[in-house]
């Protein structure tokens, strides 16, 4: 089974993250990103909010690491592990803006970039942003088709219901021919849009049932990725039964790939379990 982790310390949700997320330095950072790497995880993730509301602690969290600073850092530490965004929110960047820094990290780590990508949901960031919070998913829409013009391409051209760009130079682009983009998000339409326009989908906040159940009802193409959450902490080595029970469900479920969230007490350990893992996703 292959295999991602929410990467620890970058992004910290209340029930899920560990204390020793809080107090834990970059060196820590950077040597359970390179256990992962050389143990065979398929991808890191780091997710994008700008500016949370204080009010939103309890349900979100507050820390939220900057995805390309924190990718451009682990790019040095890693040499295999995709880095994966999960998510950027659409609504808050030009899609230019998108692919020049986000092209610029896949060039940096040899074409290791997986673009996650969200319509969002947290109407105060949008306000807070200046960014339109009504009608996102049809500028979202758009905004996946602008980059898939424009990722690849240092001369990116593109005429669109929201997005129009020509007689542009971005350099550098990307280096893969095609970036893996991936949508995020917890609705049948979220899956459609997935589906009809990128590569992947990347669910959260639902159960196995009714991912299920989404599946069933939409033509997925060949190649599509199904990756799906661990949505809580495993702890491979103190419940081995129950994390290769969740790891199963989750297949059977369609996940094409699993991110998981690691139960640990310090780094040390957290590389400890990864070890865990590793075994018990290679006997799946």
């Known amino acids: ?26 060196a820590d950072l950077a040597h ?28 979100r969290g507050l820390t939220y690491w900057d995805p390309l600073s924190t990718f451009g ?18 609504g808050y960047h030009h899609p230019l803006e998108i692919a020049k820094r986000f092209g610029t990290l896949d060039r940096l780590s040899g074409g290791r970039l997986v673009l996650g990508v969200g319509v969002g949901s947290l109407a105060e960031e949008f306000e ?17 088709r602008a980059l898939r013009a424009s990722l690849s391409t240092t001369r990116p051209r593109y005429q669109g219901s929201h997005y129009q760009f020509d007689g542009f130079a971005v350099q550098p682009c990307a280096v893969q021919p095609r970036v893996p983009i991936w949508v995020g998000g ?3 339409r979220s899956l459609r849009r997935a589906v009809r326009l990128a590569d992947g989908w ?49 297949r059977d479920a369609g996940a094409t790939a699993v991110t998981a969230s690691v139960s640990a007490d310090s780094p040390t350990h957290y590389c400890d379990q990864l070890a865990a893992l590793r075994e018990l996703a290679d006997q799946l």
């Open 32 to 59: 359970i990103a390179h256990t992962a790497d050389e143990l065979g995880f398929d991808h890191l993730t780091c997710a994008e909010h700008i500016a949370v509301p204080v009010d939103e602690s309890g349900q």
């Open 128 to 144: 807070l942003l200046g960014a339109a919070f009504d009608g996102r998913g049809e500028r979202a829409d758009d905004a996946i």
């Open 73 to 90: 850092f682990l790019a040095a530490h890693t040499s295999r592990i995709s880095l994966t965004t999960s998510v950027v929110v659409l």
């Open 202 to 250: 990347i669910p959260f906040g639902l159960s196995n049932a009714e991912i299920g159940a989404m599946l069933a009802g939409v033509d997925v193409p060949p190649g599509f990725e199904v990756v799906l959450s661990t949505g809580y902490a495993v702890d491979p080595l103190a419940d081995r039964d129950r994390t290769s029970q969740r790891l199963e469900g989750l």
């Open 1 to 26: 089974m292959r295999i991602g982790l929410s990467t620890p310390m970058v992004m910290q949700l209340p029930g899920v993250s560990s204390e020793w997320e809080t107090t834990a330095g970059v």
């Open 186 to 188: 917890r609705t049948l």
